[in-house]
């Protein structure tokens, strides 16, 4: 546990991470508006939904309504999906890289 602590304590030191991180939280913020206003859903909803969107969980409780909700839903998960799998993949990279050059196998 200790090593994976130092591992998420170095990967979030790592500017490419900070900044994927930074933009997918954008990212989720931007659509999580979009929805309040768009959709008129509470806050609550219109984030949970930007979340299991962009990382594909999709439960299938939400859905947009409306034709601009779709629109913006088919180019968020499009872009989205691209920025989240960019900031998931690098952030466990940093981690990964950090154990293994501990372990001294690198």
Known sequence: MKIML????????DGR????LAVTLGMVVWASVFYRFVE?????DAIYFSVITISTVGYGDFS???AAGKIFTMFYLIIG????????TTFADAIITQNRDDDGKA
């Open 64 to 66: 947009p309504e409306t």
């Open 6 to 13: 130092r591992g998420v304590g170095v990967a979030l030191s």
């Open 17 to 20: 991470v900070k900044w994927l």
């Open 81 to 88: 999906l691209g920025v989240f799998l960019a900031a998931a």
């Open 40 to 44: 008129g859903w509470s806050w609550l």
